[in-house]
């Protein structure tokens, strides 16, 4: 190469830095992919179990992120890479992917195809820092990624909305989880800085800051979630049965709670805790003050414990230590519950204090815990930043 077209080259690269994603794309395929996309995993802060109810939500994009290179293969497989899969795995639309991570990007494919794309054979590559299987949406994250990558890529006339119905599908359809909206909304649509308050049933949305002079922490008991897709179906179904016994659509339209009162047991709880969530986020919303706003935290961990029974012994006491800090205004689970990740509101600049307290006492007898967000970085001695 000459020394003009080696110092263009520098220069091109300079200016189009290329992204890791699309390096270890290189590296696997031995090609430069030809679109790249990212998307966010989010972190709940009000408004559990509330979407698949029509209920409101108020999730927040958390820093880490999926991404996603593409590069049109001259074939019509997909071959897909991912740090996740011990190896590329091999698909087509006639023989769909075993592997259960594939799944989520084979279904992006298939419902892209199915709202009218010309889907060509092409090679993936995924690469994430969302941290999986603890509730902070890494499907919503791989599934938003994939369709944006997508749209990149083939030119797609499909907003951010219409992406996040699609990645619910994908999850529904070829992962099996029958979720509501709010991961895909958030991880397609909120920012990291500002909640997103979803009206799930109209997808009638907007942002609104976080209280005065506070700070997410998220921490990771370490406990897997297990029984979480058969426990979140079963708890969808008793939701569906309360509202049929109510006689309405959805648990939404309850008005009174004494309406509630009057239902055998397990439907009882269940519709009791979708009523006082849909309260505790309405309230949130416009709630600058952090004391008030993490009072509602704490009666959300309650009540997910209490009457929709998706806590765990593990969850209950990294919540209850969050919420003895000074620096804490409220704790509670977050995401479907069943193990996974808890979220505190924190005032500002006590979070890491906060995390590494609780989690002193957490972690004896051989426990797991550990600071999701604020992303850990290198600790700089008596340096509080977050
Ligand atoms: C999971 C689902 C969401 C939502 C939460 C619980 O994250 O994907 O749709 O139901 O659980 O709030």
Same mark, same amino acid.
């Given at each position: 190469?000459s020394?003009?077209?080696?110092?263009a080259e520098?220069?091109? $690269?300079?200016?189009h830095p290329?992204s890791g +994603?699309?390096?270890?794309?290189?590296q696997v395929?031995h090609?430069?992919?030809?679109?790249?996309?990212?998307?966010?995993?989010?972190?709940n802060?009000l408004?559990?179990?509330? /979407?698949?109810?029509d209920g409101?939500?108020?999730?927040?994009a958390?820093?880490?992120?999926?991404?996603?290179a593409?590069?049109r293969?001259?074939?019509?497989?997909?071959r897909?890479h991912?740090?996740?899969?011990?190896?590329? %795995?091999?698909?087509?639309?006639?023989?769909?992917?075993?592997?259960?991570?594939?799944?989520?990007?084979?279904? +992006?494919? @298939?419902l892209?195809?199915?709202?009218g794309?010309?889907?060509?054979g *092409?090679d993936?590559?995924?690469a994430? &820092?969302?941290?999986?299987?603890?509730?902070l949406?890494?499907?919503?994250?791989?599934e938003v990624?994939?369709?944006?990558?997508l749209?990149?890529l083939l030119?797609? =006339?499909?907003?951010?909305?219409?992406?996040?119905?699609?990645?619910?599908q994908? &999850?529904i359809?070829?992962?099996?989880v029958?979720c509501?909206?709010m991961?895909?909304?958030a991880?397609? *649509?909120a920012?990291?800085?500002r909640?997103?308050?979803? /009206?799930?049933?109209? #997808?009638?949305?907007?942002?609104?800051? #976080?209280?005065?002079?506070?700070?997410?922490l998220v921490? /990771?008991?370490?406990?897997?979630r297990?029984l979480?897709?058969?426990?979140?179906n079963q708890?969808?179904?008793?939701?569906?049965?309360a509202a049929?016994?109510?006689g309405?659509?959805?648990? @939404?339209?309850?008005?009174?709670?004494e309406?509630?009162?009057?239902?055998p =047991?397990?439907?009882?709880k269940?519709?009791r805790?979708?009523?006082?969530?849909?309260? @505790?986020?309405?309230q949130?919303?416009?709630?600058?003050?952090?004391?008030?706003f993490?009072?509602?935290?704490?009666?959300?961990h309650a009540? #997910?414990?209490?009457?929709y029974e998706?806590s765990?012994p593990e969850? /209950?006491l990294? %919540?209850d230590?969050?919420?003895?800090?000074?620096?804490v205004?409220?704790?509670r689970?977050?995401?479907?519950?069943f193990? !996974?990740? +808890?979220?505190?509101?924190?005032r500002a600049?006590?979070?890491? $204090?906060?995390a =590494?307290?609780?989690?002193?006492?957490y972690?004896?007898? !051989?426990?797991q !815990?550990?600071? #999701?967000?604020?992303?850990?970085?290198?600790r $700089?001695e008596?340096?509080?930043s977050?």
């Amino acid at each position: 190469m000459s020394h003009v077209a080696l110092e263009a080259e520098i220069a091109a $690269k300079a200016e189009h830095p290329r992204s890791g +994603c699309a390096h270890d794309f290189e590296q696997v395929f031995h090609v430069l992919p030809h679109a790249e996309a990212r998307a966010p995993g989010r972190v709940n802060l009000l408004g559990e179990h509330t /979407d698949y109810n029509d209920g409101f939500v108020l999730p927040v994009a958390i820093p880490q992120q999926t991404r996603v290179a593409m590069a049109r293969n001259g074939g019509s497989t997909f071959r897909l890479h991912a740090a996740e899969l011990g190896s590329a %795995v091999e698909f087509s639309f006639e023989h769909p992917p075993g592997e259960h991570f594939a799944s989520y990007v084979y279904g +992006c494919l @298939r419902l892209a195809r199915d709202e009218g794309a010309d889907i060509p054979g *092409l090679d993936i590559h995924v690469a994430s &820092e969302v941290p999986m299987g603890v509730g902070l949406s890494s499907s919503a994250a791989l599934e938003v990624a994939t369709l944006r990558c997508l749209r990149e890529l083939l030119g797609l =006339d499909i907003d951010d909305v219409r992406i996040a119905q699609l990645a619910q599908q994908a &999850e529904i359809q070829d992962a099996g989880v029958r979720c509501g909206i709010m991961d895909q909304m958030a991880s397609s *649509l909120a920012a990291t800085d500002r909640a997103l308050l979803l /009206d799930t049933r109209s #997808l009638e949305r907007r942002t609104v800051p #976080l209280p005065e002079g506070s700070a997410v922490l998220v921490l /990771d008991s370490g406990v897997a979630r297990s029984l979480a897709a058969s426990g979140y179906n079963q708890r969808r179904a008793e939701c569906e049965e309360a509202a049929r016994l109510l006689g309405v659509e959805s648990l @939404r339209e309850v008005e009174h709670l004494e309406h509630i009162e009057t239902l055998p =047991d397990i439907p009882r709880k269940r519709a009791r805790h979708v009523f006082s969530e849909n309260l @505790r986020v309405l309230q949130a919303v416009d709630c600058r003050d952090p004391q008030a706003f993490g009072a509602l935290m704490n009666a959300s961990h309650a009540s #997910l414990r209490d009457d929709y029974e998706v806590s765990t012994p593990e969850l /209950d006491l990294l %919540v209850d230590l969050l919420q003895r800090q000074p620096g804490v205004f409220g704790a509670r689970l977050t995401g479907a519950g069943f193990g !996974g990740a +808890c979220v505190a509101l924190c005032r500002a600049g006590q979070a890491r $204090k906060a995390a =590494d307290a609780a989690l002193a006492n957490y972690n004896q007898h !051989g426990r797991q !815990g550990r600071i #999701l967000i604020p992303v850990p970085t290198e600790r $700089k001695e008596n340096n509080e930043s977050v």
